[in-house]
């Protein structure tokens, strides 16, 4: 076999699997979809928020080297506040330096 045609073959059985993957990997949590989701930026840095009831996350545009850096929890906290409005209950908060996940109060 030519390496044209296992080419050809391939890509036609490979191309289905890497449209999935990229759908699933965009969409966010299952329990988190339908959830109201505002972009917020700080230095540079897209965070985007889901709020869902009072259950919310945030994601990072980026991840810091540490699992769990003050300095970026208490970002995280005033970008949760500033698009929802709210208060978070921060001993509910569980995540790492990528995202959070935890409840708030209006």
Not at 46 to 72: C, D, F, H
Not at 92 to 106: E, F, K, Q
Request: with cysteine.
């Amino acid at each position: 076999m030519q390496f044209q045609e296992f080419f050809r073959i391939c890509r036609h059985k490979l191309f289905a699997p890497v449209v999935l993957l990229c759908a699933c990997v965009a969409q966010p949590e299952t329990d988190m979809s339908g959830a109201k989701q505002t972009d917020i930026y700080r230095n540079s840095i897209r965070y985007q928020v889901l709020q869902k009831g009072e259950v919310v996350e945030v994601r990072s545009g980026r991840a810091t080297n540490s699992l769990w850096s003050r300095g970026n929890e208490s970002t995280m906290i005033s970008v949760i506040e500033e698009a929802t409005g709210c208060k978070v209950r921060e001993p509910t908060l569980s995540g790492n330096s990528y995202w959070m996940r935890g409840l708030i109060a209006c």
